[in-house]
Nanobody, 116 residues
Framework: QVQLVESGGGLVQAGGSLRLSCVAS????????FGWWRQAPGKERELVAQ???????NYAVSARGRFAISRDNAKNTVYLQMNLLRPEDTAVYYC??????????WGQGTQVTVSS
């Protein structure tokens, strides 16, 4: 069974940084793509960043220039480095993985809280 487990969330002051990690287990080959999403209270889940197996990335406008997504295929891990955090970045952050058969798996989420 494929599982994604996020870690690295927490409480940080505005302007600070956090690094989220997401480890995939139960897979036989690297995920075709990984994504980081977030959902704030009362809002819909939104895509923050994506990365393909070849390393091509895509970012939400709000994340460009502040966040960086990367992956280590040998460790089946995807990262999200978040810098210059703002209170509006407060949300539960979710990792998603899509395999070569286009099957998606979600992690359980990790809370990020940015205080002003």
């Amino acid at each position: 069974q494929v599982q994604l487990v996020e870690s690295g969330g927490g409480l940080v002051q505005a302007g600070g940084s956090l690094r989220l990690s997401c480890v995939a287990s139960g897979i036989r080959s690297p995920m075709n793509s990984f994504g980081w999403w977030r959902q704030a209270p009362g809002k819909e889940r939104e895509l923050v960043a994506q990365i393909t197996i070849s390393g091509r990335t895509n970012y939400a406008v709000s994340a460009r220039g502040r966040f960086a997504i990367s992956r280590d295929n040998a460790k089946n891990t995807v990262y999200l480095q978040m810098n210059l955090l703002r209170p509006e970045d407060t949300a539960v952050y979710y990792c998603s993985g899509v395999d070569i058969l286009s099957r998606a798996t979600w992690g359980q989420g990790t809370q990020v809280t940015v205080s002003s």
